[in-house]
């Protein structure tokens, strides 16, 4: 790439950290002490803001460049994974919003520990909050440094090193001094640049082919080498019944997964109702759904304009898809207009990781100053400050975390480690979330099993799976501990988690508080007594 591309995007990726350091600064200054402020916000935000929000923590990385590049390598296959982000939603707006907000304060263990023993609920909900937090922040780490990498001109590992550790320190920036108000208004600004930039690329593609969409399939099956076949499934998961399994895995899991993700469970406590929680998810749906229409465009596009050779030269996953994109829609290398569409394109990406890990970080991080810290403690809640002051610091200890990991798992496509990430979820929290709130017979014993009999499949899975050896594009390509054949562990570990809840509970000589339980239910059902 061009001195031009570089300074451009550079100057403009820099005027929206400015910006958004500022809005961190004054809502420091200006908003500070609480732990409901801290953590939510204060419950002030309005159902569009927090629609907004929502769709700017959900729509990373790995919407943006993973699922396009994944459309421009798989076709069809690719466009799996839209589909899968959209109707997950679905889930969490019928079973999960409402519900949730009216039972909670600030994370899922508060959900489950209505009606627990609260100190081993915590400990485990907590756990696995953050194991599911370090995971989707990885995704957006291997984003930016793959980013860099093709700003760049692809100017060595120091670089992309140097990105994941400045995208680290930026968003532990973010949540120590704004918490839950700071982070809210980053998502917001970032979903109106995302949704902006997505809408100019996508009509300048549909332009480039006259508006027929069509013309665009065709022209894209045509450069990708494999003809019609580029347009019907099994590309990437078909053929052998492991890829049939995989992708039914990887189903399960992104559908699922989303009602679990605790960056996403803690934006329904920073609206004031649960009618409001309801509607932010509404606001979202219909962000989310539009993005999600584009990405297909966008994939596409890549695919008929770049042509998936190109795209694979620059990154083997994909990521770098929608950039090239850019860059070939306003005129080439050489030319202003692929000079300034490039470098809005890598700002706005830029803009779309800070935003994602800002609002990951301080999920988190409060997982582990309202769960862990306080539940650890000597059995004694926490004080309120003492809390804030544990969760700044544990923003330092996710985000140095997440930044190691980032930098071993580099040559990843994006989407398909968020795929990770969401199976973790769909596995550990969403069984045990369910089950508090419709299971009148659920145990402490259940739920601390239901937790921990997803979580530790899922993660030992994808140890033994090719995503860490045993294949040429795993993290270790030299070694060879692979046992478990599936790329994604959903379709194991999804069952386990809830057969874990079920066989915890039936055999628990504790009996289940019922009375709790009915108080839980009135709770959810109709907001009285919620915080």
């Not at 998936?308 to 898809?321: F, Y």
């Not at 769960?371 to 700044?392: C, I, K, M, N, T």
């Not at 009375?515 to 709770?523: G, L, N, Q, S, Y």
Request: glycine fraction near 12%; include cysteine.
């Amino acid at each position: 790439m061009t001195g031009e591309h570089q300074t451009l995007a550079v100057v403009l990726f820099s005027c929206f950290v400015a910006v958004t350091l500022g809005i961190t600064t004054w809502v420091g200054r200006n908003r500070r002490g609480s732990a409901e402020e801290f953590y939510a916000g204060g419950r002030l935000f309005s159902p569009s803001e927090n629609g907004f929000a929502l769709a700017g923590d959900y729509m990373s990385a790995a919407s943006f460049l993973g699922i396009s590049g994944l459309i421009a390598l798989y076709g069809y296959d690719g466009m799996l994974y839209s589909v899968g982000f959209l109707v997950a939603w679905l889930v969490v707006l019928f079973l999960v919003a409402e519900l949730v907000r009216n039972c909670g304060r600030f994370t899922l263990a508060d959900v489950v520990a209505a009606r627990m023993r609260e100190r081993p609920v915590r400990i485990a909900a907590g756990t696995s909050s953050v194991t599911v937090s370090v995971l989707y922040l990885v995704a957006q780490m291997v984003g930016a440094g793959s980013l860099v990498a093709l700003l760049l001109g692809g100017t060595g590992e120091a670089a992309r090193a140097w990105t994941v550790v400045g995208v680290g320190a930026l968003m532990v920036v973010y949540v120590s001094l704004g918490g839950m108000r700071a982070t809210t208004w980053i998502q917001i600004v970032k979903t109106v640049l995302l949704l902006g930039g997505t809408a100019t690329l996508t009509t300048l593609v549909l332009v480039r082919f006259h508006g027929d969409f069509n013309e665009l399939l065709l022209s894209a099956a045509a450069r990708s080498g494999h003809g019609e076949a580029f347009l019907a499934p099994g590309l990437k998961y078909g053929g052998d019944w492991t890829a049939r399994l995989d992708f039914i895995s990887l189903g399960l899991a992104l559908v699922l997964g989303t009602a679990g993700l605790p960056h996403i469970l803690s934006r329904f406590y920073t609206v004031p109702t649960a009618r409001a929680a309801r509607r932010s998810v509404v606001w979202s749906i219909g962000l989310i759904g539009g993005f999600y229409l584009m990405t297909i465009v966008l994939g596409f596009g890549a695919a008929a304009l770049v042509g998936p050779d190109a795209v694979r030269q620059s990154n083997a996953a994909g990521n770098t898809a929608v950039p090239l994109l850019a860059l070939d829609l306003g005129g080439g290398p050489d030319s202003t207009g692929g000079t300034v569409l490039f470098a809005v394109v890598a700002a706005v990406a830029f803009a779309t990781i800070l935003a994602v890990v800002a609002g990951v970080t301080l999920a988190s991080s409060v997982s582990v100053a309202h769960d862990l810290y306080a539940s650890l403690r000597r059995r004694r809640r926490a004080e309120p400050r003492g809390e804030v002051a544990v969760a700044r610091c544990a923003a330092v200890g996710v985000g140095a975390v997440a930044i190691a990991l980032g930098l071993l798992a580099r040559d990843l496509n994006v989407a398909f480690l968020v795929g990770l990430a969401f199976a973790v979820a769909a596995s550990a929290n969403l069984p045990v979330l369910l089950y508090s709130l419709f299971w009148r017979r659920f145990t402490t014993r259940g739920a601390v099993w239901a937790v921990y009999g997803g979580l530790v499949p899922a993660v030992a899975l994808v140890l033994v799976s090719p995503v860490v050896s045993g294949s040429p594009g795993a993290l270790f390509p030299d070694a060879d501990f692979q046992y478990f054949p599936l790329q994604n562990p959903g379709l194991v570990s999804i069952p386990l988690g809830f057969v874990a809840g079920w066989l915890g509970t039936v055999t628990s000589a504790e009996p289940a508080d019922r009375a709790k339980h009915a108080e839980t239910e009135v709770r959810a059902l109709t907001g009285a007594g919620a915080v």
